[in-house]
C-alpha cells in the first residue's frame, strides 16, 4: 500500500510559477510508476505527467510540455511538479497518483491517490 499526500498548491498569476510536491509512504515507493493528474470544475480527471520507478523516463500531456516538469527523490520518497509559465487555463485540483503497473495516461489504472491540492492561476 502506498499513501499519498500533495502540498505546495496556492495562488499565482498567470506566467508565474509553482512547485507541487506529494509525500509518499511506503517502503516500496521506489517501485511505482508516479503521475500526476488534475480536475477542473465539472471536466474530467486528466493526465498531466508521469514519471518511471526510477526517475529515466518521463511523458507529459501536450498542454504541459515545455511548461512542467516532474521528478522524483526515492531516497525521500518524494515526487515535485515544477510548473512554470502558468496559464488560467492550468487551474484545477492536482493529484498525484501511483502504479505498480504499466498505466500512462489512464486514471483506472492507478489505484493509490492524494486527496488532491488547489492551483489557481489569475490573469
Known amino acids: 500500500q502506498v499513501q499519498l499526500v500533495e502540498s505546495g498548491g496556492g495562488l499565482a498569476q498567470a506566467g508565474g510559477s509553482l512547485r507541487l510536491s506529494c509525500a509518499a509512504s511506503?517502503?516500496?515507493?521506489?517501485?511505482?510508476?508516479m503521475a500526476w493528474f488534475r480536475q477542473a470544475p465539472g471536466k474530467e480527471r486528466d493526465f498531466v505527467a508521469q514519471?518511471?520507478?526510477?526517475?529515466?523516463?518521463?511523458y507529459y500531456a501536450d498542454s504541459v510540455k515545455g511548461r512542467f516538469t516532474i521528478s522524483r527523490d526515492n531516497a525521500k520518497n518524494m515526487i515535485y511538479l515544477q510548473m512554470n509559465s502558468l496559464k488560467p487555463e492550468d487551474t484545477a485540483v492536482y493529484y498525484c497518483?501511483?502504479?505498480?503497473?504499466?498505466?500512462?495516461?489512464?486514471?483506472?489504472?492507478?489505484?493509490?491517490w492524494g486527496q488532491g491540492a488547489q492551483v489557481t492561476v489569475s490573469s
Open positions: 497518483a501511483a502504479s505498480s503497473g504499466s498505466s500512462r495516461n489512464n486514471p483506472s489504472g492507478y489505484p493509490y
Open positions: 511506503g517502503r516500496t515507493f521506489s517501485s511505482y510508476t
Open positions: 514519471i518511471s520507478w526510477s526517475g529515466q523516463s518521463t
